[in-house]
């Protein structure tokens, strides 16, 4: 299990019991890209949807080793789909990042 995937069971299991917790399921895609016929995979917009009467909350996790995320260059670790479906999703409820940085002082 990767570092993310980990950060992302210790999240949903600190959810308390009587808050909803959604995790969006990740597009499947083909192994072998090159020989696919698929071109494009649906992306979504977060990781997860929480809801604890009356609060919503649309979040996107990230994890990394580093002391830093990107958003910008050829490998960024926030993708800009991202940061359009979480600014979509503030229009209705509380939305934003939670961040994991692992680095060791």
Do not use: W
């Not at 979040?59 to 580093?66: I, Y």
């Amino acid at each position: 299990m990767t570092q993310g995937k980990r950060f992302e069971n210790n999240f949903r299991n600190s959810v308390p019991d009587d808050t909803y917790c959604l995790r969006l399921t990740d597009p499947a895609i083909a192994f072998n890209i090159k020989d696919s016929k698929q071109r494009f995979a649906p992306k979504n917009p977060f990781d997860f949807i929480l809801y604890r009467a009356p609060d919503m909350f649309c979040l996107e996790l990230k994890s990394t080793k580093g002391k830093s995320i990107s958003f910008a260059g050829s490998s960024p670790s926030i993708k800009k789909h991202q940061i359009n479906g979480l600014t979509k999703a503030s229009n209705f409820c509380n939305a934003g990042f939670i961040f994991n940085f692992r680095a060791n002082s």
